[in-house]
């Protein structure tokens, strides 16, 4: 398939099977993937799981002249591929009750049964990710994964503070596990998960990159500054 021919980058369904959606830029498939409106970093294989080359490109498309597998080319697929990721981001993961802010990050420091001055603390981070992410896409919010994004850039800066402050990594443990967007993350490991990712710019990048719009690493990596 010519590069004039690929589908355009966006959400499909994931050929290996493993997730609802995994996220195509244009040329390759990315290591992110969604499920029910969660995402999460996987490496992309070659070819689907467990098919034959065949049943790959009956389910999930077209493989191109460079072994590449690429989504189907119908408009209706894509549209249907990509809406519902975008209409379960809100609220992320489902699980924000009546009556608790409409931020997932701000629900997480609320549940993570921190001291005040701490919960003070996190609430600040908070309040700072709209702004970073601002810094490196200032049409971000446009994106049709925005709520998404701003729990999975929490979840960096979680990482990152984790790194650079190991003594509150227990009240940090404490929020990422609280965090009604990091379920399909293993429990009881999950800060080390993301101090991992915001540790490694590619796969910040390919963690957050597509829900903003911008996945040039040294671009995301400015919401660390």
């Known amino acids: 398939m010519s590069q004039s021919e690929a589908p355009a980058a966006d959400w499909y369904q994931d050929p290996s099977g493993r997730f609802q959606f995994r996220y195509w830029d244009g040329e390759t498939w990315t290591g992110h993937v969604s499920t029910d409106g969660e995402t999460e970093w996987d490496p992309p294989t070659d070819e689907p799981d467990g098919g034959s080359e065949d049943a790959g490109v009956e389910d999930a498309g077209a493989a191109g002249t460079d072994g590449q597998w690429a989504p189907e080319e119908a408009a209706a697929s894509a549209e249907a591929a990509a809406q519902p990721a ?40 908070a309040a700072q990710v709209d702004p970073r992410l601002s810094r490196i896409n200032r049409a971000w919010t446009s994106q049709p994964q925005a709520e998404a994004a701003r729990a999975c ?73």
């Open 86 to 125: 975008a209409e379960s981001a809100e609220p992320v993961g489902g699980a924000i009750e009546e009556g608790e802010p409409s931020d997932a990050n701000l629900v997480a420091n609320s549940r993570a049964g921190v001291d005040d001055d701490i919960q003070e603390w996190v609430d600040e981070v």
């Open 153 to 225: 850039a929490y979840g960096l800066l979680l990482g990152h503070l984790a790194h650079l402050h190991p003594h509150m990594r227990g009240e940090l443990s404490q929020v990422a596990e609280a965090h009604p967007s990091f379920t399909t993350l293993e429990a009881g490991s999950r800060l080390e998960t993301l101090e991992q990712i915001a540790g490694d710019p590619q796969r910040s990048a390919a963690w957050l990159g597509p829900l903003i719009g911008e996945e040039n690493p040294d671009q995301v990596r400015m919401l660390f500054d």
